[in-house]
């Protein structure tokens, strides 16, 4: 019971540290409560987050890996990894976990977010839409709406800039001597 209240006490300085921007010490703190304890998830996902920040992302995606293999039920653990994915451009393994996630847990907000982020990134703006909708939906904090609502707000005004290409029919009758250069050099 002692070595549990002490191991509690270093997680939450090490999650003190995240807070305060100390990740070197977060990574140090994280590192001595998995020394003591290999099989607390929380170590592991507190070290993955301060890799993050350190942005060594290869470091944050094994501690995560191995935080899942200790407590899969626990969402922050597939988020973390789906992050590092995320990080290493690794975008569509990312939105697999984050698609599963959300499947396992349909209320959890952070995934929505994440999942539509990812959307937008790759071009499937419309999905990433629905997402952030969804987000709206499941009663998010005050802070996540106002994010979600400005993303929601730049976007619509990127789709009011963005041309879209006619179909050629229409570009044929635009543009008839392109069209017809076009047909004359097919021709030969």
Partial sequence: MKEHKALDSMIEQGFKNLREGQFEEAVETFSACHAI???????LRGRG?????LKNALSAETDFKLAITLNS????????????????NKIYEAIGIYEELIHQNPGYILAYLQLGHLQLKIGTI??????????????????????????????????????YRPDFEQLRKQQPSTFNLWKFIRGL
């Fill in 49 to 53: 987050l301060a890799y993050i920040q």
């Fill in 73 to 88: 039920d626990e969402p922050e653990n597939q988020m973390g990894f789906a992050l590092t994915l995320a990080m290493q």
């Fill in 126 to 163: 419309s999905k990433g839409r629905e997402y952030f909708k969804k987000a709206l939906t499941l009663r998010p904090t005050l802070e996540q709406r106002r994010l979600i609502e400005s993303i929601l707000k730049e976007q619509s005004k990127l789709d009011a800039n963005r041309f």
């Fill in 37 to 43: 304890e290999p099989r607390d998830d929380r170590a």
